[in-house]
């Protein structure tokens, strides 16, 4: 089955610099590659998500890259905010059974 | 958006009960509904797939007569927790897939005492 790896599990930031952290992924069949953003006592939010298809998305602050090949991926968020802390997750599909995998989470601080 | 409402948010129950949750998926037809188990600072642990009119899916490790799960239309799932003890206690959260992905509800806090 999918196995997905996530780095780092804490990160702290200063308010205004960039965040990235990265996933790996086993199983090249993968084709969706969603990120999450969970607050406390919250279901998860999609943030933004790609697809196999396309090497990179960006929607305002927040951008993914995918790198196949290598199987990983990697969330970037730029000019961060306080209300940027919380924990994220990025997630693989599996071609079969249509479940998705989870990294372990990262916990974001922005320092104001 | 895609939106997933589930109910209780939170649930307190005692040793011994039972306890349903819902999920439903308000403006879409879910082809396929999930139910996660999430432990404090851990990551979501898939506990069963289920989709309409069939027999779920649990994962390995999961007892199918612990946590029975009902998806009676392809805009409702329920979980229930039967005969509930302590360490069932745990922040559930379901999901429902369409086309388009995966759209999460808000999650239920159970607390067995």
């Known amino acids: 089955g999918e196995n997905v790896e996530q780095h780092p599990s804490t990160l702290s930031v200063q308010e205004g610099d960039s965040a990235v952290i990265k996933c790996t992924y086993s199983d090249s069949a993968s084709n969706y590659f969603p990120w999450y953003k969970q607050e406390l006592g919250k279901g998860p939010q999609l943030i933004i998500d790609i697809r196999s298809n396309v090497g990179e998305k960006k929607d305002q602050r927040i951008a993914v890259t995918l790198n196949k090949t290598a199987k990983h991926f990697s969330l970037h968020i730029t000019e961060t905010q306080p209300e940027d802390s919380a924990v994220y997750f990025c997630?693989?599909?599996?071609?079969?059974?249509?479940?998705?995998?989870f990294g372990g989470g990262t916990r974001v601080l922005v320092k104001p | 958006g895609a939106v997933v409402s589930q109910h209780p948010s939170r649930v307190i129950c005692k040793s011994g009960t039972s306890v349903k949750i819902e999920c439903r998926s308000l403006d879409f037809q879910a082809t396929t509904m999930f139910w996660y188990r999430q432990f404090p600072k851990q990551s979501l642990m898939l506990m069963a797939t289920?989709?309409?009119?069939?027999?779920?899916?649990?994962e390995q490790g999961v007892e199918k007569d612990k946590f029975l799960i009902n998806h009676a239309s392809l805009t409702l799932s329920t979980l229930t927790v039967t005969s509930a003890h302590p360490e069932d206690s745990s922040f559930y959260i379901c999901s429902a897939s369409d086309f388009y992905g995966y759209t999460f509800g808000s999650g239920t806090r159970l607390t067995v005492v």
């Open positions: 289920s989709n309409e009119g069939s027999k779920a899916t649990y």
């Open positions: 997630a693989a599909n599996q071609a079969a059974g249509n479940k998705l995998t």
